[in-house]
């Protein structure tokens, strides 16, 4: 894959520092991307059980906001709402479709979740997109990405095959981290001064899905533009479930239990300076033009 130029706006990329893999910088548009690699023996430091204690409660207050959201864009009551995610992991959007009678298939690579899937009714295939999607007749009324659209390295290809899945009037929701949110910008702040296992992490380096791109609100607009999808809107979600820190930081394997509760201390005291910050994560809703 080509690292000299931005994936996005096509002008040429800078290094900007090494850790496990290279981060590179757009001057143009400011993306952010790593020549970082899919680990395909799905190993890694990333401890799921830990990582779905400190996770569920966030990301369901998330998909409750993204719920109602997506129900306002597609306000027809004729026919239920059809959709794909494209990356489900635990199935836990799957299931809260299905709570608001939504019809809502998954793509998963990984089998980690499968017996849960079996377990609770979920209709999830397995493998990468575009190469197992299910073709639906006139398209998919929504296409989501909870947390997986910045670990795609073809995002040009990608956005392609999403418009050939999307009906006329099709949603995609795309739901990731920002390049301008608290975290990242502690991140490179700390890795200034020569600490870098929170860059590391926040790139997820360690695990065997790193994050391939960094995008801000302004390129994510320009990439979809680029392939004539509109921005219908943003939405801010949150960060944090302040009351399962702990759990979520023991997700990484690399940290040990007294870390992670110094690290949770201190977290818990600059909640008000987190929730006040730029967001860290954002969703947005395009349309096909």
């Known amino acids: 894959m080509d690292h000299s130029s ?3 706006c096509g002008k040429p990329l800078t290094q900007l520092y090494k850790l496990r893999f290279s981060v590179f910088r757009c001057n143009s548009c400011a993306l952010l991307h790593s020549d970082a690699e899919f680990e395909h023996s799905f190993e890694s430091d990333l401890e799921s059980t830990s990582r779905d204690i400190g996770l569920k409660k966030l ?63 979920l209709k999830v295939i397995y493998g990468f997109y575009p190469e197992v999607s299910p073709k639906k007749e006139g398209g998919y009324d929504f296409i989501i990405f909870n947390d997986v659209f910045e670990h795609i390295p073809d995002i040009n290809g990608l956005v392609d095959s999403l418009r050939k899945d999307l009906s006329d009037d099709g949603i995609l929701i795309i739901n990731l981290p920002m390049s301008t949110g608290f975290f990242y910008r502690m991140a490179t702040f700390q890795h ?38 509109d921005c219908l809107s943003v939405l801010k979600l949150n960060t944090l479930d302040f009351s399962s820190i702990n759990e979520r930081i023991l997700a990484d394997k690399g940290v040990n239990k007294a870390k992670a509760a110094l690290m949770t201390t201190s977290l818990l005291l600059l909640k008000p300076v987190i929730l006040y910050s730029e967001p860290d994560i954002k969703v947005f809703f395009f349309r096909k033009k």
């Open 6 to 8: 931005c994936p996005v």
């Open 59 to 121: 990301r369901l207050a998330n998909f409750d906001i993204i719920i109602k959201e997506l129900q306002k864009l597609k306000t027809s009551k004729n026919t239920r709402l059809q959709g794909l995610e494209i990356g489900c992991g635990n199935g836990w959007w799957l299931e809260t479709c299905r709570s608001n009678d939504i019809d809502c298939t998954g793509i998963e690579p990984e089998h980690i979740y499968e017996h849960y899937h079996q377990a609770n009714g």
């Open 192 to 229: 200034k001064f020569g600490f870098n296992s929170n860059l590391t992490r926040m790139w997820q380096f360690n695990f065997h899905s790193p994050h391939m791109n960094y995008f801000n609100e302004q390129n994510m607009k320009l990439l979809l533009d680029k392939h004539s999808f």
